[in-house]
């Protein structure tokens, strides 16, 4: 049985920089939070999640509410959010990494995002030298935030916890870190219960470690080609992944076998997201293709054609108490913001 998904809104490209890619998105239960090649960091309202549900009447659900202003000067790459909203973490093509709280004004319950601290890469030869870190490059948060996964480019995975951050220290504490073989780490993520690390890498490998046992748990096989994107489902069962191979590789996380492929891209698979209940995949392709697919039934049960331009970004809307149907937004060359929701019966 197939879906139906409608577009019911597009924001146009930030007025600051109209020709910069939308590079990555993160959602909250409030919030859509968009990094592009922008030094800025904008901050959408979920409104129509959260406040007028499902009603054709609000002629502007996604109000932009807050800037982050000169965040990475030269651009950002990657940006991800706690599950429960409260942590962000951005990175920039500096190397830099901000780590960002939500805070609430307890007088009139405003909320807005202020920079808790920063993770930086060495300047100097000396400074390189002598550090085992490198420049950052993806990014994941656990469930509340507290540990923030960061792969780097010189094929390590770090894993940092940021309640440690302090007005005397400005970068978190360091709890352990990974090694994978020198293979560059193009996309990186936490289970939701902060057990679990992967990472996808450049020359297909795919690696899950205990964060308990600070161990390499499964080394998984199945894509040869550079893996872009992986994300956990929500209870842990799976993971799920995918890159140029254009299949997504579906994994058991407990016994490291691969259950299934899905396939029917054309293209690179750019980007992945579970839905709440884990029951459904979305995945933008480089041709501009988004994808709904059925984790049951392994199969494709709704295709969008955004455009031609290569969609580097999908994700859920944290779907609201009062939502009738979910939605989900995609980003990419461009700077466009689409938003779509299952139609109504379906």
Same mark, same amino acid.
Request: aromatic share 8%; hydrophobic share 35%; glycine share 8%.
């Given at each position: 049985?197939?879906?139906?998904?409608?577009?019911?809104q597009t924001? #146009?490209?930030?007025?600051?920089? #109209?020709?910069a890619?939308?590079f990555s998105?993160?959602?909250?239960p409030?919030h &859509? &939070? %968009?990094?592009?090649?922008?030094?800025?960091?904008?901050?959408?309202?979920?409104?129509?999640?959260?406040?007028?549900?499902?009603?054709?009447?609000?002629?502007? #659900?996604?109000?932009?509410?807050?800037?982050?202003?000169?965040a990475?000067? @030269?651009?950002a790459?990657?940006?991800c959010?706690?599950?429960d909203?409260?942590?962000?973490a951005?990175g920039?093509?500096g190397g830099?990494?901000?780590v960002w709280?939500?805070?609430?004004?307890?007088?009139?319950?405003?909320?807005?995002?202020?920079?808790?601290?920063?993770? @930086?890469?060495?300047?100097?030869?000396k400074?390189?030298?002598?550090s085992?870190?490198?420049?950052?490059?993806?990014?994941?948060?656990?469930?509340?935030?507290?540990y923030?996964a960061?792969?780097?480019?010189?094929?390590?995975?770090?894993?940092?916890?940021?309640?440690t951050?302090s007005p005397?220290?400005?970068? #978190?504490?360091?709890?352990?870190?990974?090694?994978?073989k020198?293979?560059?780490?193009?996309? %990186?993520?936490?289970?939701?219960?902060?057990?679990?690390?992967?990472?996808?890498?450049?020359?297909g490998s795919?690696?899950i470690?205990?964060?308990?046992?600070?161990?390499?748990?499964?080394?998984?096989?199945?894509?040869i080609?550079?893996?872009?994107?992986?994300?956990?489902?929500?209870?842990?069962?799976y993971?799920?992944?995918?890159?140029?191979?254009r299949?997504i590789?579906?994994?058991?996380?407990?016994?490291?076998?691969?259950?299934?492929?899905l396939?029917?891209h054309?293209?690179?698979?750019m980007?992945?997201?579970?839905?709440?209940s884990?029951?459904?995949? %979305?995945?933008?392709?480089?041709?501009?293709?988004?994808?709904i697919?059925?984790?049951?039934?392994?199969?494709?049960?709704?295709?969008?054609t955004e455009?031609?331009?290569?969609l580097?970004?999908?994700?859920?809307? %944290?779907?609201?108490?009062?939502?009738?149907?979910e939605?989900?937004?995609t980003?990419g060359?461009?700077?466009t913001?689409?938003f779509?929701?299952?139609?109504?019966g379906?």
């Amino acid at each position: 049985m197939s879906k139906q998904y409608l577009q019911t809104q597009t924001l #146009p490209p930030d007025p600051a920089a #109209p020709s910069a890619d939308i590079f990555s998105l993160a959602t909250t239960p409030s919030h &859509l &939070l %968009v990094a592009s090649g922008h030094s800025s960091i904008r901050v959408h309202r979920i409104r129509g999640q959260t406040i007028h549900a499902d009603t054709a009447e609000d002629e502007h #659900p996604y109000p932009l509410i807050q800037t982050l202003e000169k965040a990475h000067p @030269l651009g950002a790459h990657h940006i991800c959010a706690s599950p429960d909203g409260k942590v962000a973490a951005s990175g920039g093509f500096g190397g830099e990494v901000r780590v960002w709280q939500l805070s609430v004004d307890e007088s009139n319950g405003e909320e807005t995002w202020t920079k808790r601290g920063d993770i @930086l890469p060495p300047k100097t030869k000396k400074e390189r030298d002598a550090s085992d870190s490198g420049e950052s490059w993806a990014l994941a948060l656990s469930e509340n935030g507290q540990y923030l996964a960061a792969s780097t480019h010189d094929g390590r995975l770090n894993v940092y916890d940021t309640t440690t951050f302090s007005p005397s220290n400005t970068t #978190p504490e360091r709890i352990t870190q990974y090694e994978t073989k020198g293979s560059f780490a193009l996309s %990186v993520d936490l289970s939701p219960d902060g057990s679990l690390t992967a990472s996808g890498h450049q020359n297909g490998s795919i690696y899950i470690f205990s964060n308990t046992t600070r161990r390499l748990t499964h080394s998984l096989p199945g894509l040869i080609k550079p893996v872009r994107t992986l994300k956990f489902s929500p209870l842990n069962r799976y993971l799920a992944a995918a890159g140029d191979a254009r299949i997504i590789a579906l994994y058991d996380t407990q016994s490291g076998g691969q259950i299934a492929n899905l396939s029917g891209h054309a293209s690179w698979i750019m980007s992945l997201d579970w839905n709440w209940s884990g029951e459904f995949l %979305v995945s933008g392709g480089y041709d501009g293709k988004v994808k709904i697919w059925s984790v049951e039934r392994r199969e494709c049960v709704a295709t969008q054609t955004e455009s031609e331009k290569c969609l580097w970004a999908v994700k859920w809307l %944290v779907k609201g108490a009062q939502a009738r149907n979910e939605s989900f937004v995609t980003a990419g060359a461009g700077g466009t913001l689409a938003f779509y929701r299952e139609a109504s019966g379906t």
